[in-house]
């Protein structure tokens, strides 16, 4: 579980939420307890100052993320819990804890309802849920999910007939994303079936040259390595962060021995080590390492002679950049250049970051084993 930083003011935690009149019980705990704050014991744990709550049971988190009507929950908690806790529970599960506990806590499943009581913590649970739609979209594919929504701004919604439009702008927007989610899944299928196809009439057919296939149409390093990071903007902004624990893309390896004679084929790598030298200008390291991929693929590297006869010097300058070494240490340093360069920049071409998104994959995969997910007293 991600370290959070829990709000710490002497309050206890209890299932009403935090509550500053029960800081005296914390106050006069076990004195060895409170020397180490790190772990929350439960449902009434105390969070008094001291280094952030590590691990905590998931009764404990879900209660951290329901709001009240004089509390709620920091950002980067929503955030982090949301995507976290899909590990432990389904988000729909999640959602249907979190929506009793509303119930219960603020009386929802009575009639007459406390209408001042309802209208300061109506919009906080609005709030919380339009974060959950914005950030993951794709939770709300089930009816479920909407259901739920529906059903606890259903209970608030006679205290205020605000929320009906609310929610319905909010529902309007999730629906805006998903198609576009859908339409970006769909385009995804059509470009792998057609290169499916290409590749079978490759078989049947001979190819056209490389040069004149690829040269002929765009002869400029800058505008391809633009276009390519265009192309990888729109398939990752297709990509939520729960869907990073996808499988690696493959890549088809680059073919540049398709031009007959040497001076050819060795200005078509020159071509491509000029894209790739304008991909890492632009901080496309994930296109920039597919070139240098296909680059040294056997059927590209065995071409000695046509290696001899072009200019190599910035290909092996942009190599050692992406070199394993070291755990990728000369790749990790020049991405924390580009991400402060992201931070700093004024225009939007200074602000495009493309991670190797195969690496990235990898650290998050053994950043995951490398935790543990569930203590022994059963905390998160």
Request: contains cysteine.
């Amino acid at each position: 579980m991600p370290q959070t930083v829990f709000p710490a003011a002497g309050t206890m935690f209890t299932p009403s939420g935090f509550s500053p009149h029960l800081a005296s019980t914390c106050s006069e705990a076990d004195p060895e307890e409170e020397e180490s704050p790190k772990e929350a014991r439960g449902p009434g744990a105390c969070l008094v100052d001291g280094p952030p709550i590590t691990s905590a049971s998931l009764d404990t988190l879900i209660q951290h993320l329901v709001p009240t009507a004089d509390y709620y929950p920091e950002k980067a908690y929503v955030f982090t819990f949301l995507l976290s806790a899909r590990l432990f529970i389904t988000p729909p599960e999640l959602l249907a804890r979190l929506c009793e506990t509303c119930i219960k806590q603020q009386q929802l499943d009575q009639s007459p309802l406390d209408t001042a009581k309802v209208r300061k913590f109506g919009p906080k649970i609005l709030q919380l849920l339009t974060e959950w739609t914005e950030t993951f979209p794709t939770d709300f594919r089930e009816e479920k999910m909407v259901g739920l929504f529906k059903d606890i701004i259903h209970r608030i919604a006679p205290c205020d007939e605000a929320y009906w439009k609310t929610l319905n702008q909010v529902l309007q927007t999730l629906n805006q994303k998903l198609a576009a989610i859908a339409q970006g899944d769909e385009s995804i299928v059509k470009v792998n079936a057609s290169s499916v196809s290409d590749k079978l009439v490759a078989f049947k057919t001979k190819p056209p040259p490389i040069q004149k296939d690829m040269l002929s149409i765009c002869n400029d390093p800058y505008t391809l390595a633009q276009q390519l990071t265009h192309v990888e903007l729109e398939h990752l902004s297709h990509i939520g962060p729960e869907e990073f624990v996808q499988a690696f893309v493959q890549k088809d390896p680059l073919d540049s021995t398709q031009p007959a004679k040497k001076k050819q084929r060795a200005q078509v790598i020159e071509f491509f080590i000029d894209v790739a030298r304008e991909c890492f200008n632009i901080g496309n390291f994930n296109s920039l390492m597919a070139i240098i991929s296909g680059m040294n693929m056997s059927p590209v590297s065995r071409l000695k002679k046509t290696w001899g006869k072009a200019k190599t010097a910035k290909f092996f300058i942009l190599e050692h950049q992406m070199d394993p070494t070291g755990n990728f240490y000369n790749y990790r340093t020049a991405l924390r250049g580009a991400v402060h360069r992201s931070q700093t920049a004024n225009s939007i071409r200074e602000k495009i970051v493309i991670p190797f998104f195969s690496l990235l994959i990898k650290d998050i995969y053994f950043l995951n084993e490398g935790c543990a997910n569930r203590l022994p007293n059963g905390h998160v």
